[in-house]
């Protein structure tokens, strides 16, 4: 048997009340000097209500506590204190329904807390992860554009490049043309001025027409 009170299991003295529970000394005490009502089912008790009795009582309690008594009381006796077994264990039962019950939802209850909190990091992780992304995306934007850009000015320089070729080549040519149609004069320059100069007693002039021997 146990106290319906603090559920403990009761070893010899305890409380019976007329409401049918049980209760160890400590409780019942605890019951007169406070509000006086059953903690089970809350009916107003008085000590008149409530009578000491023993969970585990002796061999001489046994042998002399029914003397004198008759069958058919035995049996009335009998059978009430059966029905109050019976619901004491049907009390227990439904105690430690309830203890059971309380632990799992204290346990989904902490499960859920920890659910919520996963979800939250998780919903906090895939929002930067979006910022991200949209980041990337901006990067990836600008960076074609940057792309674009340099290909137009790459183009640009190209064409540039190929104008300038062109012209240079123009311009090779012109001074090939220009070369070669000149070519044969200033020989004829150079053996008309220079050479005799070299057997002439007078340096000055020679000097002056060295000077565009060089240059050239
Ligand atoms: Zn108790
Ligand atoms: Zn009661």
């Known amino acids: 048997m146990r106290c319906n009170a603090c559920w403990r299991e009761l070893e010899g003295r305890a409380v019976s009340t007329s409401c049918g529970h049980l209760l160890c000394t400590e409780d019942a005490n605890k019951i ?3 509000d ?8 107003v008790l008085s000590k008149s209500l409530m009578k000491p009795v023993d969970t585990n ?7 002399m506590a029914m003397a004198a008594i008759s069958p058919q009381i035995l049996m009335k006796t009998a059978y009430r204190s059966v029905m109050f ?7 227990e039962m439904q105690y430690k329904m309830n203890r059971l019950v309380a632990q799992c939802r204290q346990k989904c ?11 939250d990091q998780v919903h906090t992780a895939y929002q930067k992860m979006g910022k991200r992304c949209q980041m990337m995306e901006q ?3 600008n960076l074609t554009k940057d792309k674009q850009e340099l290909q137009e000015k790459f183009s640009e320089k190209s064409r540039q490049k190929r ?13 090939e043309s220009v070369k070669r149609t000149s070519i044969q004069p200033a020989n004829n320059f150079y053996s008309r001025h220079q050479e005799p100069d070299f057997f ?7 000097m002056e027409n060295r000077e565009p021997t060089r240059k050239g």
């Open 163 to 175: 104008k300038l070729d062109e012209m240079y080549d123009q311009l090779r040519s012109e001074y």
């Open 200 to 206: 002439s007693n007078q340096p000055v002039n020679m």
């Open 57 to 63: 009582p002796n061999e001489e309690w046994i042998n």
């Open 139 to 141: 990067e990836v934007a």
């Open 85 to 91: 077994y019976i619901t004491q264990r049907d009390l």
């Open 36 to 43: 006086g009502a059953c903690p089970i089912c809350e009916q």
């Open 109 to 119: 209850e902490g499960m859920q807390a920890k659910f919520s909190e996963k979800m």
């Open 32 to 34: 007169l000097t406070n």
